[in-house]
């Protein structure tokens, strides 16, 4: 089951039975939002229904008003998929049956038209009879399925598309069986009832063949998971099931294999090719130490890792389920589309009766008048509107996913488009967020033995900068000589402090310890490294400069940005000096120094206040308050799991570069949502009153109703022609 927590309730997905157009989604959407404890969002295109839960309801009630509403729900688990797969198979290969059926029934109809417009058209018209036969099975057998969903939309209570084809299908057989029965002069239209349905199914399994390829990319990321592992048992390799993995398993990955769970490389070393996850096509080197991920191929070497994430807990399930759900997610842009969909088939119905009652009226002919309502039922198709957001948004994130950009949701992806203020967080985000000490000046002690208070008080410390002073002393100093701190407290923004060796040290910043006018803390800063400062009491003992080298693609990706015509400002707790060294190094005109953690959100909304619209991207935990608070947020994926979760985009390459590709997917996917609605609402604007004056007949209406929901779709499709500009 696909389920999720959230602070006012459960998240459960179902799999919808039944929707055939927008009218459905939108209805359906209603029906569960009136229920008393369910938040709901529809998505007609990936047949999903995202409910939030709360302790008032439960599965089997969504399932209960799913069902009276006309339509079926079948929770999402581990297996619906391919359950699902497999039986929208064989639905798609009966359906084709009866499509083909419904050809050689048809043609017949169809065909005698053609023979009709000669001197002697008439006589070569096919006995109404054998029409009548003909046109039968088609309007009732394979015509059946829009009569029954036509029941059950009205049933609870709503129109949809099948309403329309059903009444215009019914009223052209309807007459045309009076005519036959009773020997009327009157021309009869089995042809065109047989053709609107023939036609109409025939744009349902286009349709479908096409929206099947709007998932491909969360279908291929799924079938890139191993199905067995090499695990450690009792000193033996056994071959089993990933699924039996537990955390804390060894596993074996040999040349050319696919690492099946996330783990942590202990023994050997080799290349991993990671395409798959981050879009990078190059090969990563891993050695003991480094992170393996699940799906990722392994090299020529063999690799002993140890696993660390299994399951629902591997990156790769993290990415198919961020995905999912953002494929499932509605965009802004759509609530128009909703809202013209409530009400457009009894919108339709009312013009198809005026159309009957204005013709019949003005020409005193039951049949044109009846031939041009059913061309106005026929016409509307409300299937485009529904289907041209949500299938745009499928194909742009499966997309962005293949290119290491993971889309929280899809209102993320439109605002991304409108980003005028792009604010960064230093370390980790432009530099490497790997700092290394490049300086120890001492006042009064020996260079290792200021290390070893340091790294003593830094320890238990997980700041990049703590990283850096313990990393040099662990390779500096044997570890008989290392040293343990007593009392330690951490002061967010500011530095460390504890008793070491029987002495109370603080370590950290400049400010915090009043040291900025030292002549040697102003030389280093210069070259744009962070110093920090060891003291006992008011006495200094030491200054360490540490340096944190600028991602390569970093400076590139600061003047793609400005090319954009985006503001680019860079937060850091560093003092000006050494901001202004790291800005200058990246191309960043401004920026804000001496910004504590706690700081970063009140940066942010300083920036929101001078209007626009600002993002924010960081990697650290000290980043999540400023991700929420910012209009659109980027993680970095190699920062810390709390800004991954509070950000609406992650990037799983820890590269800046992602922000541009995120910025210009987020433009090609808005481009196809809004040519799809102008297709969508251009179609049923001109349509529906060209059928409405008599200039299209049924037939035409049908084949033109089929068309325009394939059209949106593929028209999305094209999408996958984007590409990252790395």
């Not at 890792?305 to 198919?320: K, P």
Request: hydrophobic share 50%; aromatic share 6%.
């Amino acid at each position: 089951m696909t389920e999720s927590e959230s602070e006012t309730g459960r998240v459960v997905e179902f799999a919808i039975g039944g929707m055939t157009c927008a009218a459905c989604s939108a209805r359906l959407e209603k029906v569960l939002n009136r229920q008393a404890g369910m938040q709901a969002n529809v998505n007609l295109a990936a047949e999903r229904a995202r409910v939030r839960l709360s302790a008032a309801a439960d599965e089997a009630a969504v399932v209960a008003a799913v069902a009276k509403a006309g339509f079926s729900a079948a929770l999402v688990d581990g297996q619906t998929r391919e359950r699902e797969k497999a039986a929208k198979l064989l639905v798609y290969r009966s359906e084709i049956r009866r499509f083909w059926i419904s050809v050689a029934l048809t043609l017949p109809l169809v065909g005698q038209m053609f023979f009709m417009f000669g001197e002697h058209g008439h006589m070569n018209e096919l006995p109404r009879w054998f029409q009548l036969a003909l046109a039968t099975p088609v309007q009732f057998w394979i015509g059946w399925r829009f009569y029954n969903g036509a029941f059950k939309s009205l049933r609870g209570g709503g129109a949809n598309m099948d309403v329309l084809v059903a009444l215009g299908t019914s009223m052209a057989w309807g007459f045309s069986t009076v005519v036959t029965l009773f020997g009327l002069d009157q021309h009869v239209y089995f042809e065109g009832g047989a053709a609107v349905i023939t036609l109409v199914l025939l744009g349902k399994l286009l349709e479908a063949r096409a929206k099947a390829r709007t998932s491909e990319a969360i279908e291929s990321l799924i079938r890139l998971q191993p199905k067995t592992a090499r695990v450690e048992r009792d000193g033996q390799w056994v071959d089993m099931p990933v699924e039996a993995l537990m955390p804390g398993d060894v596993f074996l990955v040999r040349p050319g294999e696919s690492v099946p769970v996330d783990g942590e490389l202990i023994e050997g070393e080799s290349s991993v090719n990671e395409a798959m996850l981050t879009g990078e096509s190059m090969p990563v080197s891993k050695q003991a130490g480094d992170k393996v991920f699940a799906a990722t191929a392994n090299g020529q070497g063999a690799m002993r890792c140890r696993a660390t994430g299994v399951g629902e807990h591997t990156l790769l399930a993290g990415i198919i389920r961020m995905v999912g759900e953002a494929q499932g997610s509605k965009a802004p842009v759509q609530r128009l589309a909703d809202q013209i969909s409530a009400v457009f088939v009894p919108t339709v119905c009312v013009i198809a009766l005026l159309t009957f009652i204005g013709w019949w009226w003005t020409a005193g002919d039951f049949a044109d008048a009846l031939v041009n309502a059913v061309a106005v039922l026929v016409i509307a198709c409300p299937c485009a509107l529904g289907l041209a957001t949500p299938t745009a948004i499928m194909v742009g994130t499966g997309q962005g996913a293949r290119a290491g950009i993971l889309v929280k949701n899809a209102e993320a992806l439109e605002r991304a488009e409108k980003i005028t203020v792009l604010a960064l967080d230093k370390t980790g985000t432009l530099t490497c967020g790997t700092p290394q000490v490049t300086d120890v000046v001492t006042y009064g002690l020996v260079r290792d033995e200021a290390l070893s208070l340091a790294a003593a008080l830094e320890e238990n410390s997980e700041h990049p900068l703590a990283r850096a002073i313990v990393s040099a002393a662990v390779a500096g100093i044997a570890p008989v000589n290392r040293k343990k701190a007593a009392n330690f407290k951490s002061l967010p923004g500011h530095g460390v402090e504890g008793e070491v060796a029987g002495r109370t040290l603080r370590l950290g910043s400049l400010s915090w310890l009043g040291l900025a006018d030292d002549p040697a803390v102003a030389d280093l800063q210069r070259t744009g490294k962070t110093v920090m400062v060891l003291a006992e009491g008011q006495t200094t003992l030491a200054l360490f400069a540490v340096a944190d080298a600028l991602r390569p693609t970093s400076r590139a990706a600061v003047e793609r940005l400005r090319e954009h015509g985006i503001r680019v400002v860079m937060l850091t707790g560093d003092n000006a000096a050494t901001a202004a060294a790291i800005a200058a190094e990246a191309g960043i005109a401004e920026f804000r120094a001496g910004v504590l953690p706690g700081d970063k959100a009140a940066a942010i909304n300083e920036l929101k206040s001078g209007g626009g619209l600002v993002a924010m991207v960081g990697d650290g935990i000290n980043d999540a308050p400023a991700l929420a608070a910012a209009d659109v947020s980027f993680a970095i994926g190699a920062g810390s799991d709390a800004a991954v979760e509070a950000a609406d985009l992650t990037l799983i390459r820890s590269d800046l570069m992602g922000v541009v590709d995120a910025i210009a997917l987020s433009a090609a996917t808005l481009g196809k949502i809004r040519q799809n609605l102008f297709f969508a609402f251009i179609y049923n604007v001109m349509g529906i009153p060209l059928a409405a004056l008599g200039w299209l007949n049924p037939v035409v209406a049908g084949a033109a109703m089929a068309m325009s929901s394939v059209s949106v779709v593929s028209n999305s499709l094209l999408l996958k022609r984007w590409r990252s500009g790395r």
